[in-house]
């Protein structure tokens, strides 16, 4: 008769999860399912609930968290590359995969069949995190640092307003280890309010260029102070609620920051600043949000105690995400992919078209959809800056399964005749006749949007399939 003691209990009970989501990826690899960032860790879960703890922890050097509404896959990208160049072993969950099925399945991967990760001592964990992933995986992984990129309104019919995700998050903190680094957004009102009530180490990232302030005020989120109820002043802003802020009622105000970017020069397909500490820096993204994601980076990258050098390859070596300011050639055309989740997202990519030289102007897609991973409701449209661009278009389109609201938003907005095209392949058909060869098209998608198009243009033999681009 064998038994089995406690801890081989539970040892025996991570080999058999490992080996069901390991499983799970070769037969959804099989069926053509795409790169299986989810199932492995989905039916690993169900074998084991603690999986993500119990590989988690074997980690030596610890996890790192990034969560926030946009910008946490950017700065992701760009630490792990840094710690690339720093030689340190890390592993990294991808794009789309950073709810806690995703983390269990980047684990399972990692892990021998008898749930041991190879090196494990050496290993860092980073961790791209979903909003509200973030409570269960601040218990589970027990993180050394946590950076918060920013806290916008995204995608309503999920977790409904701005006021819940700061709750979660305030409930993640309070499962989080003590002696935790916050990397907290000095610019971001509603994410430096984290700070109230945190014992442990904090570092503050910001931007410091007053060339990018703005009087425009676009998508506010965060109008009230939680604290005390009182209005926000801005001495700059940058976009939407980021910026210089101060409370006109309780005077909580923008923290000094530890990492800095200033003298920022952003063109169309690179930005180039200066960050505190590191020096002057170059990165293939460009957009005042990407310079505030690489800060994130930077800022965990001095907390993880990578050289300069390792932190300034980061940042050059940097490669586009998933949609984000992705180059796809069709025909000639440079069709330049931008996707927009949000009404900030989609302000910062206006105002960013908006900054640029067109040349002979600008050729502007914008598609639109609603189904459930776009959010269900698209009113957000009336609140975006469409009109900022409009005397600087030669062809524009609207387009997706909302193309008659998108048209009327970009009507109303004033740009010139905006032609209405439902499907990605009308639209692509559009662009081509509308457009020349060297041309750039800027293509503004929502992200199933994104995905239609995509598959679109795989069909015409323009891209790969999205799962295989790594
Ligand atoms: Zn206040």
């Known amino acids: 008769m064998l038994s089995l003691r406690p801890t081989e209990q539970v040892k025996a009970r991570v080999a058999v999860a490992v080996m069901a989501g390991k499983g799970a990826a070769v037969a959804s690899r099989l069926l053509g399912r795409g790169g299986g960032t989810a199932l492995p860790g989905l039916v690993a879960e169900r074998v084991d609930g603690t999986i993500v703890r119990d590989l988690g922890r074997q980690l030596g050097r610890g996890s790192v968290l990034v969560t926030g509404t946009n910008g946490k896959t950017t700065t992701?990208?760009?630490?792990?590359?840094?710690?690339?160049?720093?030689?340190?072993?890390?592993?990294?969950?991808r794009e789309g995969s950073n709810l806690m099925r995703g983390i269990a399945s980047e684990l399972i991967a990692r892990a021998g069949p008898f749930g041991r990760i190879p090196a494990a001592a050496e290993t860092l964990?980073?961790?791209?995190t979903d909003e509200a992933t973030l409570p269960?995986?601040?218990?589970?992984?027990?993180?050394?640092?946590i950076a918060f990129t920013n806290l916008f309104r995204d995608q309503l019919d999920r977790y409904g307003e701005v006021d819940t995700v700061a709750a979660l998050w305030r409930d993640a903190l309070a499962l989080t280890p003590k002696d935790a680094t916050l990397v907290l957004n000095a610019d971001d009102p509603s994410v430096a309010e984290l700070a109230d009530g945190w014992a442990g180490p904090i570092h503050w990232f910001g931007l410091d260029d007053p060339a990018f302030a703005t009087e425009q005020v676009g998508a506010v989120d965060a109008r009230w102070c939680r604290t005390c109820g009182g209005s926000f002043a801005y001495s700059r802003r940058y976009f939407a609620h980021a910026g210089w802020w101060r409370c006109t009622g309780c005077g909580r105000a923008r923290a000094e920051t530890?990492?800095?970017?200033?003298?920022?020069?952003?063109?169309?397909?690179?930005?180039?600043?200066?960050?505190?500490?590191?020096?002057?820096?170059?990165?293939?993204?460009?957009?005042?949000?990407?310079?505030s994601n690489a800060l994130a980076a930077v800022a965990l990258a001095k907390i993880l105690e990578l050289p300069a050098a390792a932190v300034v390859a980061g940042l050059a070596g940097v490669r586009p995400a998933f949609g984000r300011q992705e180059l796809v050639e069709l025909e000639g055309r440079r069709l330049r992919l931008m996707l927009c989740k949000n009404p900030a997202g989609a302000n910062q990519v206006f105002r960013l078209l908006a900054a640029i030289d067109p040349g002979p102007g600008l050729n502007v897609a914008v598609l639109l959809n609603d189904r459930f991973a776009d959010g269900r409701d698209v009113s957000w449209i009336w609140d975006v800056d469409y009109e900022i661009v409009k005397d600087r278009l030669a062809a524009c389109w609207a387009s997706g399964d909302r193309v008659e609201d998108m048209a009327l938003r970009l009507?109303?907005?004033?740009?010139?005749?905006?032609?209405?095209?439902?499907?990605?392949?009308?639209?692509?058909?559009?662009?081509?006749?509308?457009?020349?060869?060297?041309?750039?098209?800027?293509?503004?998608?929502?992200?199933?949007?994104?995905?239609?198009?995509?598959?679109?243009?795989?069909?015409?033999?323009a891209v790969r399939e999205f799962?295989?681009?790594?």
């Open 125 to 128: 964990g980073l961790f791209e």
């Open 76 to 93: 992701s990208r760009i630490l792990a590359r840094a710690l690339q160049e720093a030689r340190i072993a890390s592993l990294h969950n």
């Open 258 to 291: 530890e990492t800095t970017a200033t003298d920022i020069r952003l063109e169309l397909e690179r930005a180039t600043f200066r960050v505190s500490g590191v020096g002057e820096v170059t990165m293939p993204l460009t957009g005042l949000y990407n310079v």
């Open 411 to 461: 009507r109303y907005a004033g740009w010139p005749s905006p032609e209405a095209v439902k499907g990605p392949a009308a639209l692509l058909d559009a662009v081509l006749a509308a457009t020349h060869a060297g041309n750039d098209v800027f293509l503004v998608p929502t992200y199933t949007a994104l995905l239609d198009l995509r598959a679109e243009l795989a069909r015409r033999g």
């Open 467 to 470: 799962w295989k681009n790594d």
């Open 136 to 145: 269960a995986a601040a218990a589970s992984l027990a993180p050394r640092a």
